[in-house]
């Protein structure tokens, strides 16, 4: 309960989001906490921070912290976002935001409109490039 005894503007009062919470590719059971189908594939703890600041809203990261639920170990699934969701006053940040379920849905629909999700790689695209080089022509021998 000391917890209670801090202000909303101190980090360990924010809100927590792992990326498992928003993983299309969780199950319930894993720990996903929104509707599969607003969920986002393998979402990162960066993106996640970077969703909310586009949102104003003061986030911090802390890559060496794991989901409980999560059996992977690897970095890539590490980390969580603390997100603070009240203002010193106890006012919401932002009124559209006031609650943690509504902070992961707007960051589950933003993610797929970052640059970095939205940007195509170059190598995808091979078999257009190739066209009709690669195919040998036969001639017949008399």
Known sequence: MAN???SYTDPSRFICIYPAYINSKKTIAEGRRIPIEKAVQNPTCSEIADVCRAHKLTAVVEGEKMYTREW??????RGRVRVQLKNEDGTPCLEKLSSRKAIMMRVAEDIPKLKTRTQKTGGSDQSAQQGEGGKKSKKKKK
């Open 4 to 6: 209670l005894e801090k």
């Open 72 to 77: 992977n170990r690897e970095t890539q699934y």
